[in-house]
């Protein structure tokens, strides 16, 4: 079981659930600055996404756990970040970048709770890299 402690999303809904998983991918960083991220290596991504709302759906629930879970494991899980189309090898702004996939993530999150009658926000995702590195992605404008 993971057991982190993650920087609070602030917003003014009633109800807030946390969906930790990881996922295991491939990237590289197609950039001559990049460094030794220029070459293909994988990571054991561990994420965490923070969805707030009002109002609970049919069932309960805010949102199934095991939707926001396989929304991104199904998609990223033991594939290679660069071969998806939510990422490019040519804009600097789509290059598989920590902080771009936990973007990625919450549109692909945001996309699906858009879709939903209670109108769920997703307003945080936290996602680790490695041990000691780390992005947390915050849409500018939440609905509150």
């Known amino acids: 079981m993971m057991q982190q402690i993650y920087p609070p999303a602030v917003h003014d809904f ?19 600055d990049a460094g030794t991220c220029r070459q293909r290596h994988g990571h054991t991504y561990f994420t965490n996404i923070t969805v707030a709302g009002d109002e609970l759906d049919h069932t309960g629930f805010l949102v199934n756990f095991k939707v926001v879970k ?11 970040l660069n071969d998806d189309e939510g990422f490019s090898d040519v804009d600097a702004e ?15 999150v ?21 041990p000691t590195s780390y992005c947390i992605y915050r849409p500018k404008e939440v609905r509150s």
Do not use: M
């Open 14 to 32: 009633s109800y807030e659930i946390n969906k930790d998983f990881h996922f295991a991918a491939a990237h590289y960083i197609p950039h001559e």
């Open 70 to 80: 396989d929304l991104i494991h199904k998609r990223f899980d033991h594939q290679t």
């Open 94 to 108: 789509l290059f598989p970048t920590t902080e771009v996939a936990a973007r990625t993530i919450w549109e692909i």
């Open 110 to 130: 945001q996309g699906y709770l858009n879709t939903l009658p209670n109108k769920p926000a997703c307003v945080q995702v936290y996602l680790r890299e490695t």
